[in-house]
């Protein structure tokens, strides 16, 4: 399998392609500005001692400090620390917050902690990260991370500055300073990019069918907000399978069983509904196709199989590019994770804004302000993809790559 910093690099090479962006840009952005990779030591609860490698990288600044997720995974490396770095960096260029791109973590299996154990890692990460602070480097939540851990960052950040800072760290509670609308911020954007895209393919999603795969924090609520608009879900998967019924399911109860019960969508008694395995759900016959789980999961073996109309990528990377190669040809349009995910990233930032004015946002005006900003970033990539009569994932990047270059072109970086 190819390094996956290098497909990133390969994915950069091939916009700055297309967009002709300068070269030299390009090359800025072909190594991370600071890499951090260190060692944390844990105190174990039986009192012994275990370590973990740790990461952080810094990938591009040149749009404002570095931010976004913290991973805690058993299999995490450096390499995809940076090729996340990477996309963290054009996803804020897209959606035009003030940002440049970071990402962390700890090579670790979470649920072989105790909740001590895992308080006393997440406090040391932050210690011998030697935090940069709010203006250089603001680390968020990610795989395996949560209002909780995030929490015991930022406390342990400002115990060790002595002064309070709701926002060095991001994707945190509203009881220490986080926003309305963040478990749903994702999903919401979805829903918004997923509009403009239906009406750009003159898809009418109050008659549409669509298919979604994953059931969690995106794909659960891009399910039930088009199940809302009327939109036709026949199938949704988790990772035990997927349930299709050809004339809609009912995604309010499915969703109420799954989160207040924490049950599966093989163990729902949804009437109606066969169980498919998540291969065929894939390619269901459907106007709209959102596979908003893992990544990979669209590859060069199935991409000739998927009848959809359109395909928004809901999870990071779940079509390979090979796979997103034979879906071009194959003229099936697809909106790229770095737009259609972006929400997540986007009201993040209005939680930074939020904690450096002391002055909270309600609901509406979180929702209302993301629906304009996925809006313009939506749109700015649909009108690139137009201008230069390329892909929508080539024009996201030349977007990002665009504003990218100016500042630092501006700063005389190139
Ligand atoms: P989640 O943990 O809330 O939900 C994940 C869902 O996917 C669950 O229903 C799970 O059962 C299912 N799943 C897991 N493995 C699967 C598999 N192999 N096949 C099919 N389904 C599987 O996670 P989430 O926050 O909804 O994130 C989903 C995707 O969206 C990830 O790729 C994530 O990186 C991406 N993403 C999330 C956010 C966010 O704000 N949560 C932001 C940007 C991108």
């Not at 898809?203 to 939109?231: K, N, R, Y």
């Not at 949704?236 to 009912?250: A, K, N, Q, R, T």
Request: charged share 25%.
């Amino acid at each position: 399998m190819a390094n996956v910093f290098q497909s990133a690099l390969n994915a950069l090479e091939r916009a700055g392609e297309a967009g002709d962006i300068n070269p030299d840009v390009l090359k800025v952005l072909s190594r991370p500005k600071r890499v951090s990779d260190f060692a944390l030591t844990l105190k174990k609860d039986d009192g012994g001692i275990e370590v973990f490698d740790a990461y952080r990288v810094q990938y591009c600044d040149a749009l404002g400090p570095t931010r976004d997720g913290t991973r805690f995974v058993p299999n995490l490396s450096l390499d995809e620390v940076k090729a996340l770095g990477l996309f963290m960096t054009i996803k804020h260029a897209v959606a035009d917050v003030p940002a440049g791109g970071g990402k962390g973590g700890i090579k670790v299996d979470p649920s072989r902690l105790s909740r001590r154990e895992l308080e006393r890692l997440t406090r040391e990460y932050i210690r011998k990260l030697i935090p940069k602070g709010p203006n250089a480097d603001v680390p968020g939540a990610d795989i395996g991370t949560n209002l909780q851990t995030q929490s015991w960052m930022l406390d342990e950040y400002e115990k060790i500055t002595g002064e309070h800072c709701p926002h060095a760290v991001n994707d945190k509670p509203e009881a220490v300073g986080g926003t309305v609308g963040s478990y749903e911020a994702t999903g919401l954007g979805l829903f918004f990019v997923t509009r403009q895209a239906a009406r750009d393919q003159a898809i009418d999603l109050t008659q549409a069918t669509a298919v979604v795969q994953g059931f969690g924090q995106v794909g659960g609520t891009i399910a039930e907000l088009l199940h809302e608009l009327g939109t036709e879900i026949i199938a949704v998967s988790d990772i035990s399978g997927g349930l299709y019924d050809e004339s809609g399911l009912d995604i309010p109860a499915m969703r109420a069983e799954v989160e207040n019960e924490g049950a599966l969508l093989e163990d729902l008694n949804a009437a109606g509904a066969e169980m498919i395995s998540n291969e065929e759900l894939l390619e269901l016959d459907c106007d709209v196709l959102l596979p908003s789980a893992v990544q990979n999961v669209i590859h060069e073996d199935n991409a000739d199989d998927i009848s959809a109309g359109l395909i928004l990528e809901g999870a990071n990377g779940p079509v390979t590019p090979k796979a997103d190669q034979i879906l071009a040809e194959r003229g099936i349009p697809l909106v790229p994770d770095v737009v259609a995910n972006a929400g997540g990233a986007t009201v993040c930032h209005y939680e930074r804004i939020q904690g450096r004015t002391d002055h909270y946002w309600d609901l509406e005006r979180v929702q209302k302000t993301l629906k304009d900003q996925i809006t313009e970033a939506y749109d700015a990539t649909s009108e690139t993809a137009e201008e230069l009569d390329i892909s929508l994932r080539h024009a996201a990047w030349v977007v990002a790559l665009r504003r990218i270059s100016k500042s630092m072109e501006m700063r005389g970086w190139v």
